[in-house]
């Protein structure tokens, strides 16, 4: 096996070892695979829930989850499917909560867009962008107080900091030094809409400094600058001393909504999308682990997404008569 | 009304009087020595004004961790307390006005409402937003909404509107101790009215409407400050020789219908007055499900009273012509009762109502 300098972190925390590289390349193959399963499953109309599969963004999601504690919380957005399963929530409760069942994570009431697992400090998901960022700092806010020394890792898209509630959010996580990892996962799209027809200026990191809140960009979606950057920032927060920014660079492989491809429709080019897959983390980790070993590995991700898809489809609908169920929580 | 609380809280030991205003206060300190979940954010809760009053003294006793100015970031603030909600905290949110909770739709109807639902029960948000109503001394267009009925709107949101010291210290302590987001919504010209409050910890529940007098001739549902003005118009029409069955829904959400239908179906009249617009509100919601429950062969004659369907205008005269008072709740109840009898004008000395001679601006 050659580690090589490919896979040395950019600011050196430590070297990687054999193990972390499986678990890493375990976790962003099992997304990749498990969304692959979703899109080849979404012609039966089985699925009826509008699905944002983060295909091609799986190494944010992994390489900052995988810095993180056990009981540090995650934020994830509405394209969460990477940030849930990153963070340890069940793939079977995912994919029942997809078709709707009883035992999907939220009893079929949430569906893609409001993934939530609080065994695992997943925080609920949103559809209304921007909108999970505030709340998850009152998580932060909530820790400190009980003088806790977790953190909390909010995902958004760039098309979030478009939104008020963004620097509203930066300002007050600064103003009280909360423990917020402020993670942008910047695909350049909002919808349909490019970057360059929303943003007056690309400087986001400079933006956010002006907050006094520390940025870095990471360009080229590197996995362990990501996890890197992840482990330094998550000391300094454990030690009070306030939020970090990343924007990472990424792109979306699939359509916004759906489980197809979209470079016919004319709003990007296939010649955009080539350089990512030449770039794909999970491509690069495998090519670290030795053949047998990462087919072995392989064949249990598929047995695993099999086994969650099984127990979705033998799973039973909720009864009607539950529809009025938690509108309210009782005392 | 001191009468009528005299005797309510007779039950619940030690009273003495208390301003609307000092019993928000006092439940929330209560509560914060009670429960160190309990906190209390908004801009200016610190302040040397402290909310009207309302939370004068907090700060010093609770700390500035658990009472604290925020940026003014209403969107933000409220997902922030949302999540310290989520958290297992108890935060009270604090809006020296009811129009800025616009700011707040977002979070409110996207995430608070919603939140115990969409996540299959694995969160609860434990929050009261408090916010008031203003009114009179030119608080004009956006100083003086009453926007209760947008929230009631949602299933999710609890909605309390007290309109008593009693009732707003009660209604507090139960709020707090709600496993849901509460708007709670006060008003302006309650807060300098005293009335008996009992020393002591208590709950006023939400859901049981408060029979305040009672009448044969005509139900008045009173909602908010409004309750005060149908109160006095009660009096009004006493005088000749109608008698008004007043209610105080306290809570819209939840509603109790069947106190106000039962009242209704007995009186066969019921007038429902908001301190709001009527289209869409809390009147219209009030009479639907009294119609919705009533016997198909019941007739009762139904009418809405709320501010003129304008914005709310800042010179005097109009702002008079703006808003239901005693005089125009009794002329319209007389109408109802009488028909056919020519038109009524009450003696304007007596439709006086002290708290609103008393009210000087500017805030």
Known sequence: MNLGERIRPAAGTGDVEPADIERIYRSLRLIRRAEEKISQLYPSDKIKSPVHLSIGQEAISVGVCDALRADDVVSPTYRGHAAYLAKGGSLKAMFAELYGKTTGITGGVGGSMHLIDMSHNILGASAVVGTTIPVALGYALAGKRQGSDRIVAIFFGDGATEEGVFAESLNFAALHKLPALFVCENNFYAIHSPITERWATQRLCERVETYGIPSERIDDGDIWRIRDWTATAAMRLRRGEGPAFLECRTYRWREHVGPNEDYESGYRERTDLQPWIENDQILRLGRMIANARRMAIDTEIENEIEAAVAFAESSSFPDAAALCHNVFAER | ?363
Not at chain 2, 1 to 16: D, E, H, I, K, Y
Not at chain 2, 110 to 125: E, L, P, T, W
Not at chain 2, 224 to 240: D, F, K, T, W
Not at chain 2, 328 to 356: G, N, T
């Open chain 2, 1 to 363: 009304m001191q009468r009528l609380f005299a005797t309510m809280s007779s039950q619940n030991g030690s009273t003495r009087q208390l301003t609307y205003v000092d019993a928000l206060r006092e439940a929330v300190a209560q509560e914060m020595r009670r429960d160190a979940r309990v906190f209390v954010m908004g801009l200016d809760v610190d302040d040397h004004k402290a909310i009207q009053g309302s939370t004068r003294g907090l700060m010093e006793e609770f700390g500035s961790e658990r009472v604290f100015g925020t940026p003014l970031s209403e969107d933000a603030m409220t997902g922030v307390a949302i999540g310290a909600a989520m958290a297992g905290m108890r935060p009270i949110h604090v809006h020296i006005r009811m129009d800025f909770l616009m700011l707040c739709m977002n979070q409110l109807v996207n995430i608070a409402a919603k939140s115990h639902y969409m996540y299959g029960g694995q969160v609860r948000v434990p929050l009261v937003v408090r916010t008031m109503i203003g009114k009179s001394w030119g608080q004009g267009a956006q100083h003086s909404q009453g926007l209760h009925a947008m929230f009631m709107h949602v299933p999710g949101l609890k909605v309390v509107a007290p309109s008593n010291a009693h009732d707003a210290k009660g209604c507090m302590i139960a709020a707090i101790r709600d496993e849901n987001p509460v708007i709670f919504v006060e008003h302006r010209l309650l807060y300098p009215i005293e009335t008996h409050v009992p020393e002591t910890s208590y709950e006023v529940p939400f859901g049981k409407a408060r029979l305040c007098t009672a009448g044969k001739d005509i139900t008045i549902v009173g909602i908010s400050n409004m309750l005060v003005e149908c109160l006095q118009a009660g009096e009004l029409l006493a005088g000749i020789g109608i008698e008004a069955e007043v209610i105080d829904p306290i809570s819209l959400v939840p509603l109790d219908v069947n106190t106000i239908a039962d009242s209704a179906n007995h009186t066969r009249r019921l007038l429902v007055v908001d301190t709001a617009w009527t289209t869409c509100g809390a009147g219209a919601e009030i009479i639907a499900r009294v119609v919705e429950q009533s016997p198909p062969d019941q007739t009762i004659v139904m009418r809405r009273m709320g501010y003129a369907p304008t914005t709310c205008p800042t010179s005097p005269v109009l702002e008079r012509a703006f808003y239901p008072d005693a005089i125009k709740i009794a002329q319209a109840a007389h109408a109802m009762v009488r028909p056919d009898a020519q038109a009524w004008q009450p003696d304007p000395e007596r439709a006086l109502l002290s708290h609103q001679a008393g009210f000087r601006g500017p805030f």
